[in-house]
Each structure stands twice: as structure tokens, then as C-alpha cells.
């Protein structure tokens, strides 16, 4: 029989005479000392009628996020009607696996209905009443999940990319503390919860900018804070590695914790000269943004290859600070970005591909966390 020395130099040897025959295999496993590692979820792999989705995420994530089934339009569609027929099954996904459960998203200007805003006669109501809805909403999602979702995303984009407030209902209304004010709630509604801001474009110098102002007020004003999410709906081309890491850093030295929350990497040509990830743009369908519809050639899977494992160096120079990294979707066939901004393109923004196989950028992120461990 071996003893416990020896199977610790027996497996030691194994790990440095092939590294890469030995390298984990799954993702989890690979960052199990650095951050949780996750994927956006979908209806079909919720209710389980996506078996290879659900075994491609039983074997490589340890937290989720739904992409749709938490949002005010599906499970508030109307005033005082929930429907928490796929929410509860979401939350039971996660429970039955172990899983950090993360919501998204609480206080958000898209996939909101508009009666949230409006009187009966169809005019803006006031923020007495605004406040009061919101406060309803969060109390309810949040308690109805009370100690069981370890992660809410409060408020979802609330600045522009110069770093102002966007003008949203919630602002209009409300005003600019409509944020401590979501935050307040959802405190009170499950103290132990993470509670995140989550924006995309963080790493634009100014964006960055407001957003670290905004932590900060909040943070002065006592406003329980858990973590930036940077939504990191990335291209190929931007942001650079550097400004990742100047943006993590940013966020750092707040105090906040950050989150990677909906990562994943556009490889098709960009379809505006922005960079954002504004749900609401619809850009027509032009065959000359929709070039590999016949599969990904090799040179552009080498080229997201090294993308990915660039940005987890950026993740695991960060440990520290990064608790979770979570692609917006499990296989390239999920991905959002086949329909936005342009409907119909397909695309390859993930670590598997539209078949499910783990694509290079699989191996590359694989291989990213052994080096960075070295
Ligand atoms: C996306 C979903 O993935 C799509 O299915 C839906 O049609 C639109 O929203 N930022 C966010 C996410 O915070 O909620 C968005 O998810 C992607 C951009």
C-alpha cells in the first residue's frame, strides 16, 4: 500500500514530467485557488433539455448566472404578478450542485416593462411611487431567494461612457440616489448577500472614472457594496490587456472586490464604432459582419486563443482581488452575440464551440492557470 508521502511524490512527479497530459481538464478545477469560474445559463439548460450544455456545465463551472430568467420582464411582467416558474428551477439548478448562485439583475433600464414607470393614465409616476415599486420588486426577488442566491446584481448599467449617470426612468424619476437606494434594499432584504454594480466599458478612462467615483460615494455613505462587476463583452482589439489590469487596480483600491460577470470575446467585425454592450442597438444584417458562417479559421481560434489566456493572466495577477470569472454563455451556439447587435451572424466569442467541443481557447485558458501558478 502506498502511504500518504508517497502518493504525494508519486503525483508530484506525474504533474512536472507531463505537464500538459496531466493539466487539469476542467475549468473549475484549474482556478479552484483562485476564483470561481462560471457561465451564464439558459432556459433550456435550466429545465434540462440541454443535456450536452448541462454536462459541459456540471463538469466545468461552480457558479452560475441566469442570462434571462431573473430579469424584472420575466418574472414581473405585470403589477403584482410574479411568475417564478423558472427562476425557482434556476435557483434549484445551482442548489443541487453546489453552486454560488449569482441573480441578475435587480434595477436595470433594458428587458424592464414600461407600466414600472407610468400611472394608470399612462403618465411618468412620481418618486414617491417609483421608490415604492422598486422597493416591492427587490423585497420580494431578493426574500423570495433569501440566503440561497449568494449574489445579486443590484443595479445593471447606470453610467454612460463619459462617466455621467445615465438618463434612465430610474434617474429621471427618482433621482440619483435611485443606487443606494437599490442597494439599501437588498440589503435589508437578505443581509448576507454579495451585492454588485455591474456595467460594461468600465475600462474606458472616463467610465472607469465615474464608476469609481460612484463606488466611492457609496462606500462613504455606508452603502454595503460587494463588488464591481466588469460585464467584459470583449473584442478581439479591445481593451488591452494593460487596461484591464489598470481597471481591476481602479476598483482595488476602493475596496470593493471585482467581478468578471459576463465575459466573452467578439471575434466578428465590429458592427458600430463603439464598443459598448447596449442590448437595446440593432444594427442590419450585412453579409460582410457575418464572414464564418462556415466555421472559425484557424488563424482567428489561435488569435482568441491568446486573447483569453492574456486576459486570465490579467485575472490571476489579481487573485487577490477577482472572485469570479463567469462567461455569458456555456457554448458558442448560446451566445447572445449570434443575434446582437446584427440578428443572425454567427459567432465564436466562448471556450466551446457551436458544437460543444472545447475549442483552443479552452486549452489556452487551461494552460494560462498552470503558468500562472509556476
Ligand atoms: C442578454 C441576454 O444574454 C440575451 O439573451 C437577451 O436577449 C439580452 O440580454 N448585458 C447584460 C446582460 O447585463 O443581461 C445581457 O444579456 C447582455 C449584456
Known sequence: MLNRRMVLVVATATLSLGAAAQAPVSLKEAYRNDFLIGAAINAPQIRGQDNRGDAIIDAQFDTI??????????????????????????????????????????????????????????????????????????????????????????????????????????????????????????????PQAQLTYNDYSLELPAKRKGAVALVEKLKAEGIPITSVGMQSHDHLDWPSDAAVDATISAFAKTGVKVVISELDIDVLPHATQNQGADVSLKIAQNPKLNPYVNGLPPAMQKQLAERYAGLFQVFLKHRDVVTRVTLWGVTDADSWLNDWPVVGRTSYPLLFDHAGQPKPAFQAVIQAAAEGKQ
Open 65 to 190: 448566472s441566469p442570462d434571462n430568467a431573473l430579469k424584472w420582464e420575466r418574472i414581473h411582467p405585470q403589477p403584482g404578478v410574479y411568475n417564478f416558474t423558472l427562476a425557482d428551477k434556476y435557483v434549484a439548478f445551482g442548489e443541487k450542485r453546489h453552486m454560488f448562485i449569482v441573480g441578475h439583475c435587480l434595477v436595470w433600464n433594458n428587458q424592464v416593462p414600461a407600466w414600472v414607470f407610468r400611472d394608470r393614465k399612462g403618465n411618468l409616476v412620481d418618486r414617491k411611487t417609483l421608490l415604492k415599486r422598486m422597493h416591492d420588486h427587490i423585497f420580494t426577488v431578493v426574500g423570495r431567494y433569501k440566503g440561497r442566491i449568494q449574489s445579486w446584481d443590484v443595479v445593471n448599467e447606470a453610467l454612460n461612457d463619459d462617466g455621467t449617470l445615465r438618463q434612465t426612468p430610474w434617474l429621471k424619476i427618482i433621482g440619483p440616489d435611485y443606487i443606494e437606494k437599490a442597494f439599501e434594499f437588498a440589503h435589508q432584504a437578505d
